[in-house]
């Protein structure tokens, strides 16, 4: 079993950056994929970032190319999201995953392990 944490979230102004931390505990990481995603109110938990069991290959939604940047350190069996230039549009519920493979999927019904969310605010 894998328990994941995430840390990081806040308030924050538009424009500005906030970075998240999934730190995993259980067992190591260092072999599955990894995740972010979020949920704003009243609407599906959805695909933000995604990355490959050794950091190298990534995947981003459209919405956050550019802005987001997804990471993990397997040395410390953590995972991470820099979120820089913020909109209101981004404030969400973040959660992690994370997956008992190597490889990259948008598909939330393919990732096994979860955290219980950061809230991240952004006001404009």
């Known amino acids: 079993q894998v328990q994941l944490v995430e840390s990081g979230g806040g308030l924050v102004q538009a424009g500005g950056s906030l970075r998240l931390s999934c730190a995993a505990s259980?067992?190591?990481?260092?072999?599955?994929?990894m995740g972010w995603f979020r949920q704003a109110p009243g609407k599906e938990r959805n695909f933000i970032a995604a990355?490959?069991?050794?950091?190298?290959?990534?995947s981003y939604a459209d919405s956050v190319k550019g802005r987001f940047t997804i990471s993990r350190d397997n040395t410390k069996n953590t995972m991470y999201l820099q979120m820089n230039s913020l909109k209101p549009e981004d404030t969400a519920v973040y959660y992690c995953?994370?997956?008992?493979?190597?490889?990259?999927?948008?598909?939330?019904?393919?990732?096994?392990?979860w955290g219980q969310g950061t809230q991240v605010t952004v006001s404009s």
């Open positions: 995953a994370s997956r008992r493979s190597p490889w990259i999927t948008w598909a939330r019904g393919e990732y096994d392990y």
């Open positions: 990355i490959t069991w050794n950091g190298g290959s990534t």
């Open positions: 259980g067992r190591s990481i260092s072999n599955y994929a």
